[in-house]
């Protein structure tokens, strides 16, 4: 890893206690994040409403298959934002085994890890053991390759995959494409896929029935959110010309550590929630990285997604469940972004 990349890493992780931000009112506009929405897909079109108990309960019912989607564990950070990221992650894994009905995989969207040691993909790995869902997906973030080029990476998650980790696998009638935008940063940050794996993309998609549901998923956001902060692919624009034609297309990432969803033609963005620590809002800091929040309110800022796919309705419906409990009367005031 280049040095340049190395301080842009450094950069992204320092602690923003003394940073001048109101907490107690910067926690009044995350409020939402704590909330989460269910997302329903149908022909395309994505409908939201806010999550609460009830949903969760019903979550599954009648669905073909379920997923879960978790994100950004950063095994290994300890700093006052999250001084024990693997409890929290625990709490999560409890939070998937105690649904009602049990999620058929689970995809895990970059950052297992904290500095990419092999004592952190191991505890990640001890963890994930407990998990009711054997089957698990993942792609890297640019902190699962600090170290060596993501090469741990490939050896523990990316069996049988292309180049630095991409691949796709099919799931009743629903397509998943796991795609890597951490190889290679672009300046101030951005994500980028690469020629190599754009072609491959384009070529993984041809011949596929444009009634296809197409589920991307990658660590930085496929949509341009935050440039400054480097969130967003700075390629991203070519890929999603591939699956222009297909109409049910659902995108989803982690990376910022909170959820934002945006709806572009037949293509709905979704990124989730970590399972660590938040992040600012975009532009509410001087910078990106942990945030500090009190110790009552950090679970209610860090979740999982779960995903229920209706093969009959081609519908994606996506539930954004806290860690901790939340008030179902706070939900409904979520942030669209733009590109």
Known sequence: ?????????????????????????????????????????????????????????????????????????HIGFNKPANPDVTATLQTAINKINAMPHKP????????????????????????????????????????????DNGEQFLQRYGKGTKGNGWYSFDQKGVHFVGLVNVANLKAGGMGSLGH???????????????????VLFAHIPLWTIYPDWGWGTDDSEQALSYVKRFGSVTVLNGHIHQIMQKVEGKVSFHTAMSTAFPQPAPGTAPSAGPMKVPADQLQKVLGITDVNYLVSGRSLAVVDSPLGDSDPSSAGSGVTGGS
């Open 104 to 147: 058929d995989f689970i995809i895990h969207t970059g950052d297992l890890s904290q500095l990419s040691k092999p004592s952190e993909f191991d505890t990640l790995d001890q963890v994930l053991k407990g998990a009711s869902a054997k089957q698990i997906y993942f792609v890297p973030g640019e902190h699962d390759m600090l170290s």
């Open 196 to 214: 190599e794996q754009l072609e491959w993309l384009e070529d993984d998609l041809k011949g596929r029935s444009a009634s296809t549901p197409i």
């Open 1 to 73: 890893m280049t040095d340049n990349k190395k301080d842009l890493i450094d950069q992204k992780l320092q602690d923003l206690n003394n940073d001048g931000v109101d907490r107690r009112g910067f926690l009044k506009c995350m409020a939402w994040a704590g909330t989460g929405l269910v997302w329903t897909m149908s022909g395309g079109i994505p409908s939201s409403r806010a999550f609460a108990k009830t949903a969760d309960r019903s979550a599954g019912k009648g669905a073909d298959f379920t997923f879960v989607q978790i994100s950004d564990s």
